[in-house]
């Protein structure tokens, strides 16, 4: 890799003889590239639909919150907020780090973060007696509020959800290699390439002033999806109008316009991701400061709550 790849988002270089599709993008990292945004939008879909059910059900009147049923719905909700602890414990306590895989634990730590709360919510049928009860709810809601935050923060610093760190350095070698595909792939069309470079300088400026400009640093996903359509679109009049002057079958015309998508759409995903990888890392580190006060006032609260259930 040459230093002025390393040294930041990367302008469009020759490709040298040789060189391969296979090379410069290879399975892994083009696995690596792609967007979490539909899996996120999906999460928050699923994650709205279970709350607005389990509103329904808190709401319906089958049973109360100090009814048999309504207790041990509360129990099991507060057993699953509980097994929440086994997760960091794990990565503390090293008998427990050979017992199944990071990726396991995660996964069992966000489903409980999201279970615990549903149940939680349909045993206090959103009816609130006492100020402690009260309390202890809206100190769950902000715990599973943080959660959600942290999980999408975490997703953008990491090799995907389960993956090891990322780092800055590999992240800017990526949109280097990414880079140079399409360069060789967009040869036909210097007006896309014209714009993808001057995309990924103005991420970059953003992603450098950082929150100091918060409205220009997030508007970076915006841009975007607006220059990958944009991009696209332009690529594929192009794509077709070659294709008329050189007689192209519409199966090897539909193949191109494939391809180049998936090229411009990953090297905007990659100078996306550099850009804004500096400040999703703050802002995870600063997200971990507030999550673990919020997780302890939690835990004050729903002992409170279980104590004054039982005594009075």
Known sequence: ?????????ANFTTITPGETMSRLMPRRRA????????????????VAVLIGCAMLVARSGWFTAGSEL?????????????????????????????????????AVHM???????????????????????????????????????????YARIHHGLYGRRASLAELRAQAGLDSEAVRSKLAFALDVERRL????????????????????????????????RRSIKEAARLLEMRALAEGWSPEKLARRIKSRRALIAAYIRAVQRVAQFG????LFSWWHILHVPLVYMLVLSAIAHVVAVHMY
Request: net charge positive; hydrophobic share 50%.
């Open 1 to 9: 890799m040459r230093n002025s790849e390393l040294a930041g988002t």
């Open 31 to 46: 696995a690596a590239t792609r967007p979490q945004a539909r899996r996120d939008g999906a999460l928050l879909a699923i």
């Open 70 to 106: 309504g207790y041990w719905i509360g129990v099991c909700g507060g057993v699953a907020m509980l097994l929440l602890f086994l997760y960091p414990m794990r990565k503390r306590v090293r008998a427990l780090r050979n017992i199944g895989s990071t990726r396991f634990w995660f």
């Open 111 to 153: 489903s409980l973060g999201i279970t615990g709360p549903l149940l939680i919510i349909v045993h206090s049928t959103l009816r609130f007696g006492s100020i402690n009860a009260i309390v202890a709810f809206a100190s769950m809601s902000l715990v599973a509020a943080s959660g959600i935050v942290g999980r999408y923060l």
């Open 197 to 228: 470079e001057a995309f990924a300088q103005r991420a970059e400026a953003a992603g450098r002033e950082g929150l100091a400009h918060p409205l220009r640093f997030f508007s970076v996903g915006l841009a975007a999806i607006v220059e990958r």
């Open 279 to 282: 400040v999703f890392e703050s």
